[in-house]
């Protein structure tokens, strides 16, 4: 622990939103660090095969993994960011503003930042049934890890649980990777993504069972099969129990915003069901209630990786601006430019649930 | 290896082939990838077993935040094999409970 390394910017998380803002902060000559915990940057970006929706300045109609690779070829251009894999930000420390790494599983070392932006993400959700431990039972982003990222079949045959478009994409990737999909589970009424995507999966004959969920994973070692079961209007099973013999269950059934490192900051958290959890309060520019950190993308209240992006350069602006680089001309300008796109990407029925969780979080300004 | 070997969208570009034990047994993956896709690429699905219950755990998150995936690794326990990197004549071991961390004069190099 004797390094101490100093920075104007510590974007934690290289995802989406994380380098989007370090590549914003880095433009105006901001000296940018950025720790990433995986083994490449990218974030769920890299794991994503299909053409995104959003809008075009969001780079609709591009692959997850292109945009992810778009980003990192902005980013190379700056000289001024240092960027770190395979390194976890283990905790901040709010008496002197140091935030601890660790690289690998042994090599520590601090940082002491000027000005912070939690990226970090989001965690996936599990909902309890019999012998969820089993090997086999996955997350959905696990299974993307394995498949698009590492060229690993997951398994045989798949149960998906949770029909929003995680589950209902991820169905798809699936199938492109040879992988049978046995049904996909849905405890609502109705299928929670996009038609789009529902459609694509039910063209390749993947049942979908609304209003089923699973009630039990079979297996002694790991899993061999998986019985689901219809529910009543109180989320009660009823009626035959239906086994179905899989390998893999993948739990599709959301995300919450990954805040530890916010909750030790000291920053205000409110909780947002339409954000998915805890999330921070923020201005309109990304700031929390600590002045020196700044909030962006899933850990700022789950929505997708379009508007990440376009956080993530808010924030990575108003940190260049707080440290009192560039000109307030070209801060106001961009600052216009990127709400007007959030503003887009939020604009009609997929963006009202999201409008009233963040009118739940968000100040007009912080009192100075 | 249980690997994809044709995809529409994806080329897979796998770095070095090394070996690496697993419980004793010699198993192939490619170097810098995570150990726990090394594994499951070989079909191994259980990589420790709960301290109290004795229930299996294996591969969950894959981000590094679960802790489901801990391994003995050369001789150290809790590992996150799902985002350390795999190199060539690793010792990868199935955790049983808790684990105990070596003492300094056993680390070696580490």
Redesign the interface.
């Known amino acids: 622990m004797r390094t101490l390394r100093e920075t104007d910017v510590m974007v934690i998380g290289g995802g989406p939103a994380g380098l989007s803002a370090a590549a914003e902060a880095a433009s105006f000559g901001c000296d940018v660090t950025l720790v990433e915990s995986d083994l490449a940057l990218g974030g769920q970006l890299i794991k994503q095969t299909h053409k995104f929706f959003g809008s075009k300045d969001e780079r609709a109609g591009t692959r997850g993994f292109k945009i992810s690779e778009l980003l990192l070829e902005e980013l190379s251009g700056y000289g001024n960011v240092k960027a770190y894999t395979n390194c976890t930000a283990t905790g901040y420390y709010p008496e002197d503003g140091v935030v601890t790494c660790v690289r690998a599983e042994d090599e520590y070392f601090k940082i002491k930042p000027k000005k912070i932006v939690m990226a970090t993400g989001a965690q996936e959700r599990l909902i309890p049934f019999p012998n969820n431990h089993l090997p086999g039972v996955y997350g959905a982003g696990a299974v993307q890890t394995l498949m698009n990222v590492y060229g690993v079949k997951p398994g045989d045959k798949v149960l998906m649980v949770g029909a929003g478009n995680i589950g209902l994409i991820v169905s798809y990737q699936l199938i492109q990777a040879g992988v049978q999909v046995a049904g996909i589970v849905e405890a609502m009424d109705k299928v929670g993504g996009y038609w789009v995507h529902a459609a694509k999966v039910r063209r390749l004959g993947v049942p979908i069972y609304l209003r089923h969920t699973i009630v039990e994973a079979i297996g002694e070692q790991y899993v061999t099969g998986a019985v689901i079961q219809e529910i009543d209007e109180r989320f009660q099973p009823q009626g035959e129990r239906k086994s179905v013999d899989v390998d893999i269950i993948c739990m599709a059934v959301g995300l919450s915003p990954t805040c530890e490192l916010l909750w030790q900051a000291g920053c205000e958290m409110v909780f947002v069901p339409e954000l998915c959890g805890y999330v921070a309060q923020r201005d309109r520019n990304m700031r929390t209630s600590h002045k020196d950190i700044w909030v962006a993308g899933d850990a700022a209240g789950i929505e997708e990786a379009s508007s990440a992006m376009v956080e993530g350069r808010i924030a990575g602006v108003s940190t260049a601006r707080a440290l009192g680089r560039g000109t307030h001309e070209e801060h106001e300008k961009r600052l216009a430019e990127y709400h007007r796109r959030l503003d887009d990407l939020r604009g009609g029925e997929v963006g009202e649930k999201i409008c009233q969780g963040l009118s739940c979080c968000t100040v007009d300004c912080w009192e100075v | 290896?249980?690997?994809?070997?044709?995809?529409?969208?994806?080329d897979?570009k796998?770095g070095k082939r090394v070996t690496f034990s697993f419980d004793g047994r010699q198993l192939e993956g490619?170097e810098?990838?995570?150990i726990a896709?090394a594994l499951?690429?070989n079909g191994v699905?259980?990589?420790r077993e709960t301290p109290v219950r004795k229930?299996?755990?294996?591969?969950?998150?894959?981000?590094?935040?679960?802790s489901s995936c801990f391994m003995v690794v050369d001789g150290?326990p809790n590992?996150?094999t799902?985002?350390?990197?795999l190199k060539e004549g690793m010792h990868v071991e199935t955790q049983r409970g808790k684990g105990v961390i070596p003492a300094i004069s056993d680390k070696g190099k580490?």
């Not at chain 2, 299996?56 to 981000?63: L, M, N, T, V, Y």
Request: proline content about 10%; charged content about 20%; overall charge positive.
């Open positions: 290896m249980k690997l994809i070997e044709e995809h529409p969208i994806l897979f796998h490619y810098g990838e995570p896709a499951h690429a699905k259980v990589y229930q299996p755990r294996g591969f969950f998150c894959a981000i590094g935040k679960c150290v590992v996150r799902c985002i350390t990197p580490r």
